[in-house]
């Protein structure tokens, strides 16, 4: 930093000023290439900025009029407007990525605040700039920004607060005529999507709905525009106003499929219920059709597309993968819709190839592929299988779940590339986890019937043989709360993928946390021997399962030191290692 601002402080007077300028920004965008954002600001972009701002820039973010006149007080013609522009901008862009090196999972209210700040930036510069048809770029990359930000910020819950900046996206890119071009279509369906995603995240599903309208509406003007100047004959183009429709259309049947049967519930409907053992005996291929599934079908060409529509309508941002719950509002219908989803999901499923090819991204989550999907096509992605059966177990949906999770498992297993990896490690967890959260039968662990028998045999009266109760007591109840074999799998399983996988292939951190904080909640159960016996407990500490359970806390201290995910919950951690600590003093002492 110093030699930088030395180079700076000596040839700024050496030079014209149009060139320094020039090489200033070079200089800042190499910078930011290479991810040294906070040196990229000071000694770059902030630099540049410097000659204009005389008070804090934060204090005219809202004045318009205020900000034209400090930035381009000679107007937008003059030859460094356009530098100017490109400094906000990328000012911008570099002090969100600086807080997401240090706050990745915005965690912290002061992250989150200069985000939203980040965002209201890059709106005032874009809202100068959008008369000027020569600076279209910058209203492309600014959509391009809010929409990355957006995007993490929505998986932070924070969806009602950036809708405002995702329809001011869209909207800019309606009001650029450059922008306008069939070549630009993808990505503003790709806004819209987004749009009405905010929309069923804040429960307004019917906004979200109206606004796919719309965007259908747009799309067809642009598609009559065409057709009048030159007909439709380009493939490529077609295939671009195909996908961007299908957009539209996946948002419209994701409220469409549920109210369509709400209406209807004064009508009479057969209900087409299989029971588990005919779903076994019989095909999935030669089930009646649904009216969720004829639904579908009329709305969508080829399986690809319906599987689209199927992972969105069943998708929502309240949902996690490792927290399985019935589906809200607990509705008849509802949980019908749902089920005829998952059954006509499956279907495609088991009746289609699943791919590897990644066509079309529907939206980006964090920092990958939710699904990926081509209209027209009878394929199945990877992605969108894997996506289908987090869905399934997640809705609690088991027979869907342990039908799907044999032949992808299978397809991963066989693919070479390392990348698939990573999906596999999560479905083996998931796999371990069912029986766990929702075991299909109970086994006892030690039999009743034995010690109320030596218990009968007993004199109440003999001090000798009160003792050996209360010995035979407490080896119950210790036995009663050992960790059984599918948690010590559990543990030793995800131990393992964090251990011996690179950190790009291995699982997902946020189903790796629920992991971690649902063995400890198990732990706690055991553990609570330790408080209650004293040292009462040690003396049986070879007999039961103590060390199991020692092990099991000591592996998840490791496997939140690995994956780095502390900061996530700082009161846990401290709790384990306090637990671990005392426990592993008393062996020692004992």
Known sequence: ANTLFNIWIKYKPRLPEWYYNEKLLQVGDSLAQIKEYKLAIRQCYGRYLQQFISVNLDDIIGDVHQFKSMFFPNGFRDKYATLTFHALQQKDVCTYH???????????????????DVLSSLQITMQVALPQE?????????????????RHLMMRGQSAKVLEYLLWASICLESS????????????????????????????????????????IKIDELKQLENMSSPLENSETKKIFREATLKMSVMIFKRAVYESRRKSKSTIQPKLRVSQKETRKVSLTYLPRSITECLLTEMFDGASAQFLAILEALSHSSRHVLCPAPPVPD?????????????????????????????????????????????????????????FIKLAFSYEEWDVFDSAIEFVVNFL??????????????????KLMQPLLFPRKLKPVFSSSKNNTKEARMPCDS????????????????????????????????????????????????????????????????????????????????????????????????????????????????????????????????
């Open 331 to 387: 509705e008849i219908e509802i949980h019908d819709v749902i089920s005829e989803l998952f059954h006509a999901g499956l279907k495609i499923l088991s009746g289609n190839s699943i791919k590897k090819q990644k066509e079309l991204c529907i939206y980006t989550c964090k920092t990958e592929n939710i699904f990926v999907i081509t209209a027209g096509e009878n394929g199945v992605s990877g992605g969108a299988a894997v996506k």
């Open 134 to 150: 020569d600076l279209c770029w910058l209203i492309y990359n600014g959509t391009i920004h809010i929409y990355t930000i957006c």
């Open 177 to 216: 005529i450059p922008l306008l071009s069939v070549h630009y279509l993808t990505w503003r369906a790709t806004l819209y999507t987004a749009v009405c995603q905010c929309y069923f995240d804040c429960q307004a599903g019917i906004h979200g709905e109206v606004f796919a309208r719309r965007g259908l």
């Open 463 to 590: 001090e000798k043989n009160q003792t050996l109760k209360s010995e035979l007591n407490a080896e119950c109840s210790l036995k009663h709360v050992e960790p059984s074999h599918d948690l010590i799998i559990l543990a030793t399983t995800a131990f393992s993928f964090v251990s011996t996988s690179k950190q790009n292939i291995q699982p997902d951190k946020e189903m790796l946390l629920d992991i971690i904080m649902f063995l400890w909640q198990k732990c706690k159960t055991g553990l609570q021997q330790i408080r209650i016996n004293g040292s009462d407990y040690l003396e049986y500490i070879h007999e039961s399962s103590t060390y199991q359970w020692i092990h099991v806390l000591w592996i998840i201290n490791e496997v939140i030191q690995k994956i780095s995910i502390a900061d996530a919950n700082a009161v846990m951690l401290a709790e384990i290692t306090l637990h671990l600590t005392a426990i592993l003093e008393n062996v020692a002492d004992y």
């Open 98 to 116: 600086m807080i997401c090196s240090s706050d990745r999972d915005l965690q912290n209210q002061e992250s989150l605040q200069t985000c939203f």
């Open 413 to 430: 297993q066989a693919q070479d590339d390392p990348t698939w990896k990573k999906a596999e490690m999560e479905l083996k967890l998931l």
